[in-house]
């Protein structure tokens, strides 16, 4: 049950938002411009930087999904924005069903569990924009 509810939470945040993934928006790492990494396990964070850093890894959306101290926050409902983002993805709202590319289930899975188990730290680097030319 706690599962289906991070799962739901993950799902809304992105629904609100109603993210066309065909803008683009690859992720690079940020280790080299200097700054501390967050600490997201490597499998969470391609999952992060090939199904959600499109729409929230800039500056298209008020939360950014960059760090997982982000991730971490609380919302004002008392849920993390980790468990909210983790909800929508397992109810299939996020991404959006319009997406051009969707998460496989395995990838949904793997954010899913991450955000179940306290969303640990892990040794990737953040996820940050990319440098507009």
Not at 52 to 67: K, Q, S
Request: with cysteine.
């Amino acid at each position: 049950m706690r599962r289906l509810v991070t799962c739901l939470v993950l799902a809304g945040v992105a629904a609100v938002a109603g993210c066309d993934l065909q803008m683009g928006g690859e992720l690079v790492d940020e280790t080299s411009s200097g700054a501390e990494a967050s600490g997201f396990p490597c499998e969470v964070r391609a999952v992060l930087e090939s199904n959600c850093a499109p729409c929230h890894a800039g500056n298209m959306y008020v939360v950014p999904f960059n760090t997982r101290d982000i991730w971490l926050a609380r919302r004002w409902d008392g849920q993390t924005i980790g468990q909210y983002a983790a909800m929508q993805v397992a109810a299939g709202k996020m991404p959006p069903p319009t997406a051009a590319k969707q998460p496989t289930v395995d990838e949904r899975e793997i954010l899913i569990d991450w955000v179940a188990a306290g969303m640990p730290a892990g040794t990737c680097a953040p996820l940050v924009p990319p440098m507009v030319p």
